[in-house]
């Protein structure tokens, strides 16, 4: 149901979304609370094609009656426990998958939060109580997702993750189509802690950090720090314990450029330095690109279609793919910038490529 998407498992989720740590890359919390969500939506797509009683009763010594769990129900009931507080507090001004928001719906319908932790345990009348509240609980869930209520909310929230999705995989196509060999730069940008944290003015944090980007743009554009751009593609992120950040994707040509590393600290220095007057922070992804597994920054040419692919399909897609299980809320305005398409010339420079001399060459009569 969502395998287009389900692309992030934890070693994905670590190639992609690092800081360094004692020389290591790291998971923060934040993103793998995302991965929380997947989880969540997975729970919530079976239970939505589930049958039957997932709890029922059974006697246990001197005749007690306790409760019976399949192993679908067990997983429900240990998810409910977590709760959403922490969800809350890190994305305190968000909105969730269609899924993901049935499941914070369960939990705002469960009174007692204490009976989900000690459910094994209860017997005879407690017990029964229990199975006709979370068999309730159960039957609400699958009603609710598949309502058509539900389903027109999930066919929008599915039809503008996949449309930015394919927004960016075109983008990027069109400058290989211009462009042979591109220096691909993926720095985060971000702010000392507590600077715009959006805790107590969320919105006007949010206008300040994307005038700091407005400007960024702009410079970026006119060859400062670096000359040469070809384009690129920037998401704001917010988290209660990161606060405001950009992850920030650049594309150079590759016949101009070479040291992408050097290219990053740049353009994160000029971000601290220039853009936030000392207040930015950067972290440089190229200067650990050997720590990646599927290496889709650094210099790339259009043949080289394991990187190509790494790219278009793990760094690039991160911009855009996150956004399916949790994202801005609309309130905040755009949160996902990208470069104008390239036009295509009539005229192209330079050496044909492989697959154009290949058609250019007239086939011999057999």
Wanted: glycine fraction near 8%; charge should be positive; aromatic fraction near 10%.
């Amino acid at each position: 149901m969502i395998s287009e998407v389900d692309w992030i498992d934890n070693g994905g989720a670590l190639d992609l979304m690092v800081e360094e740590v004692g020389g290591l890359p790291v998971l923060r919390v934040e993103e793998s609370l995302v991965l929380e969500l997947r989880s969540i939506e997975k729970l919530m797509c079976e239970l939505a094609g589930s049958k039957g009683f997932l709890f029922s009763s059974c006697t246990h010594q001197r005749d007690r009656i306790k409760i019976k769990a399949e192993r679908l129900g067990r997983n429900f009931v240990n998810e409910l426990k977590r709760t959403k507080g922490k969800f809350e507090r890190c994305f305190p001004s968000h909105e969730v998958n269609p899924y993901v928001e049935v499941f914070f719906k369960c939990i705002d319908r469960v009174d007692d939060i204490h009976s989900l932790k000690d459910w094994p345990t209860l017997r005879n009348g407690a017990a029964e109580a229990f199975l006709v509240r979370i068999n309730d609980l159960v039957e609400f869930v699958r009603l609710e997702l598949s309502s058509d209520a539900f389903k027109s909310v999930l066919k929008r929230f599915r039809k503008a993750s996949f449309k930015r999705i394919n927004s960016l995989e075109c983008y990027i196509d069109a400058l290989f189509a211009q462009h042979s060999r591109m220096l691909v730069v993926r720095v985060d940008l971000s702010y000392e802690s507590g600077f715009v944290s959006g805790r107590e003015d969320f919105y006007g944090d949010v206008k300040r950090v994307k005038a700091h980007w407005a400007k960024m743009q702009k410079d970026l554009h006119k060859g400062i720090p670096v000359d040469g751009l070809l384009g690129f593609a920037c998401k704001l992120e917010y988290g209660q314990l990161k606060g405001f950040h950009f992850h920030l994707l650049l594309f150079y040509n590759g016949s101009n450029h070479r040291q992408d590393g050097v290219l990053a600290r740049m353009v994160g220095e000029y971000w601290r330095d220039s853009i936030t007057a000392g207040a930015g922070r950067y972290f440089n992804c190229n200067a650990v690109k050997e720590k990646y597994r599927y290496l889709g920054i650094g210099m790339i040419s259009f043949n080289q279609l394991d990187r190509v692919s790494a790219l278009k399909n793990r760094v690039a897609s991160y911009l855009t793919k996150v956004d399916y299980w949790i994202r801005l809320s609309p309130e905040s305005g755009r949160s996902f910038f990208r470069g104008n398409m390239p036009k295509l010339k009539s005229v192209k420079r330079g050496r044909p490529r492989a697959h154009e001399l290949a058609q250019a060459v007239p086939r011999t009569a057999a």
